[in-house]
């Protein structure tokens, strides 16, 4: 049963498009997900490719909580170069970090991390509870465990969810464009007249 799931994730997070679901990127509590817009992000604890333990609730900056499907397989692999690309950014930028979730142990995060030069956590969710907590929906007919995004504020509040599993790269775009929104709009300098 494990071969078969493995075998089918392998496939799906290629680029198989048959089983995707349509894309969800909302700023609005209008998504099918459990974890919705404006509600705060489960608590959690779990350890990531170095042995640490991250606390969700002892983050007090923007997070990216990217869930995937495997480590190491194709479409996981481009989701976490991308991040990789763009980690410095949303750390200087945005004042943001970024956690990648899925179900695999921490040996495997270990070397997928290794073999990527990742600069950022990714966790081990054995047993996917965390996945459950956040109500991250199964893909390909619920054989597969879904690729799922959201972000959230300084709180834990979720400004925004993309769900999209074929697409793994758009996911940073997503996560950029929600940082986006958060980013308090700089004041004008000086008197402007309306005309």
Not at 133 to 138: L, N, T
Not at 144 to 162: E, I
Request: glycine share 8%; charged share 20%.
């Amino acid at each position: 049963m494990k071969t078969t799931a493995a075998l089918i994730a392998t496939l799906a997070c290629g680029s198989t498009t048959a089983f995707a679901p349509s894309n969800t990127f909302s700023r609005q509590s209008n998504t099918a997900l459990n974890l919705k817009v404006g509600e705060t992000a489960p608590d959690f604890s779990l350890v990531d490719q170095n042995d640490k333990t991250f606390t969700r609730s002892k983050n007090k900056k923007p997070l990216v909580v990217y869930f995937y499907p495997a480590d190491a397989t194709p479409g996981c692999t481009a989701q976490a170069k991308a991040f990789q690309e763009e980690i410095q950014t949303i750390r200087k930028q945005y004042k943001a970090d970024v956690v990648g979730i899925s179900g695999q142990g921490a040996e495997s995060k270990q070397k997928f991390a290794t073999e990527l030069g990742l600069d950022f956590s990714i966790l081990a969710d054995e047993g996917d509870a965390v996945r459950k907590e956040f109500g991250v929906p199964k893909a390909a007919f619920g054989f597969l465990p879904g690729r799922v995004t959201y972000v959230l504020d300084k709180a834990g509040v979720c400004t925004s969810v993309y769900d999209n599993l074929t697409d793994a790269a758009s996911h940073i775009e997503a996560a950029k464009d929600a940082l986006d929104a958060m980013v308090p709009a700089k004041k004008a300098g000086g008197f402007s007249l309306p005309f």
